[in-house]
């Protein structure tokens, strides 16, 4: 059967009803989605040598003939080991594999056999547990071997196999890069990029490869956002008047003092807000650098106008948390609604009492007068219903990274006449330059000063010896009334990766440490009202020590809190950390943050003592840059990249270039109608993302 790429999953070989289900979960159903899913990284096992030449240390391919093999029990009785030796003219090598009894049976003596793996070299020359495949075969073993991200039941052998039956397809893509730009980047054809990423036949091969694929994707988001902002300019919004009265008054009744780069964000919102077509605007700021206020002046002033605002938050704990802070600063009951809550106020309602505080209409008009309540905030499950974005006249996103261009691009393609302003908020700060390629579509305002009286978070890397006494500084802590949180990498023990869990450290705290505090846990797991509870408990003081996962990276502000201790750090990203560590520090008092490394490498240690050197999130970010290096090969979410694949902060060269072309290309085709292949693999970007 030929395959193509409309082909779906279900036809390539090899591939059952399970693996085809577990492949449905990560949204691949045809052939051309299995291509677009790359590795995220490669095992080098292209070095072939012979049996009798392999080299304890060394990561080798073997391909020999089974001379012996045989199966016994190990010392440990629960542990069966096949035992088999290798041949071919240049000597002999040991072969061991643990609890893999049916290999006895499928390698009888006399199979050519390739394997792969590195030589151990403690008991004698040996290959301990090595991947292998029939000689000649190539797939998994002689080459660099692609590893792919996994779920359910698929093993990695399956999933390898399947895609060298994909990659014929390849072919069949067309490339949309034009000709000129190929030739002078001596870029490889799009179906030769594919093809080696996937399976290269040499470093350079893949170098190349990944060069290609991330320079499409930047090119392609340069060209994405051009669309935007050209359909920005064209389509339609109801201006929303400046009252600047009203602007003073509101400013003047806050609790505290606004800092200039806060003054100077809310000035740029207010004016974007004035204008006849959709304001399109970022707001990136620090950790705790003040940008849920400006949030609410923007509010404030829409509603004034007499038009609705929603706030769209990532998760249900970030939204419930600006639910209070809105409420705070407006002088209106704000509206929550998320998968298991609706609220107006602190009132408990239905969502029908919600709507209809909220005055929708099937089609709203811009001289609409509300009543009732015209704020609403809550998770992107508010987009579903009755409720659409065409209802609010302005739309604040939470957390810009997790939401991508192609939504912008959807929020002005609604069915209505009139698009909504759109504030994003981003608490990733990264440097600007970089934040102009990243999210190119948008208009900039940073928050870069800390409110008045925000002492920095005190910092230290704590290694073994030096962690009780650490501990003695927490309980002195916890008697001063303050309370702490502990962030693990894990929510469960895990032997292979040798870091400490949330079950493990929070036992461990409760039967000595901190025996006599109040001590609860919080993981992703937990259902969302458990979630809630423990967070409420934490806010309230009835818990005196959160032990948690990253859930708390974003959206829990507990003024009281004073110590963030995080476990394992070196296994976080520093704007994990930074993120973290911005848990602490939201009042006067002196905060701590203490990083508990479990095993420390060169560049994890630049990360943490990083830390140590600054609480600047800009120049954080900067350092990361630095650290990944040009060598990174694969994107982060974490990064701020949530949009590619491939690409990374690190490629600030193929970035200029991704943005030279498409100015360039831009001034000649501004509409593209010479070039209908890029015009139709825009479209099919994003076509790809609904708003619900």
Known sequence: MAIHLSSPVSDLPGLGSKAVADLKSLDITSVRDLLWYVPF???DFSRIVGAGKARAGETVTVIGTIQSIQSRSARNRRVKLVEAVVGDETGELKIVWFNQL??????PVGSKVSLAG????????????????????QTHTGRIVPVYGLTGSLTMRRLRDAMRAALPAAEEFPDWLPRHIVEH???????????????????????????????????LHQLMFARVRVDRERKASTAIPLDQGFLKAFVARLPFELTTAQRKAIWE??????????MNRLLEGDVGS?????AAVAAASVLHAGSRVVYL???EILATQQHTALSKFLEEPVGLLTRTMCKIGDKDVTRDELLEALQLVTTPSPSLKRRGTGCVVGTHALLQDRLKVSDFRLVIVDEQHRFGVEQRHALLHTDEQSAPHLLSMSATPIPRTLALTVFGDLELSILNEMPPGRKPVATAVVLEPQQAGMWKHVREQLEMGRQIFVVCPLIDPSDKLGVKSVAEVARELKKGTLKDAKIETLHGRLKTDEKEKAIEKFRTGKIDVLVSTTVVEVGVDIPNASVMVIVGAERFGLAQLHQLRGRVGRSDIQSYCYLLPEQLSGTSEARLRAMEETTDGFRLAQTDLELRGAGNVFGSAQSGFADFQLATPA?????????DYATELLAKDPDLDGHPLIQERIERQFKMVHLE
């Open 313 to 315: 938050a990532p998760t």
């Open 102 to 107: 049916y290999l006895e049976k499928t390698l």
């Open 41 to 43: 990284r490669y095992d």
């Open 269 to 278: 919102v207010v004016q974007d807000l004035e204008k006849s077509h959709p």
């Open 185 to 219: 980047e001596t870029y490889p054809s799009l179906s030769r990029a594919l093809q080696g990423v996937h399976f290269p036949e040499s470093q350079s091969e893949l170098d190349a490869a990944v060069q290609r694929l991330k320079f499409d994707e930047l090119f």
């Open 651 to 659: 490629d600030t060269n193929i970035m200029k270039k991704a943005r």
């Open 118 to 137: 590195r030589v151990d070299g403690r008991f004698g020359r040996c290959l301990t547990n090595p991947i292998i495949e029939r000689a000649g075969e």
């Open 290 to 294: 003040g940008k849920t206020v400006v």
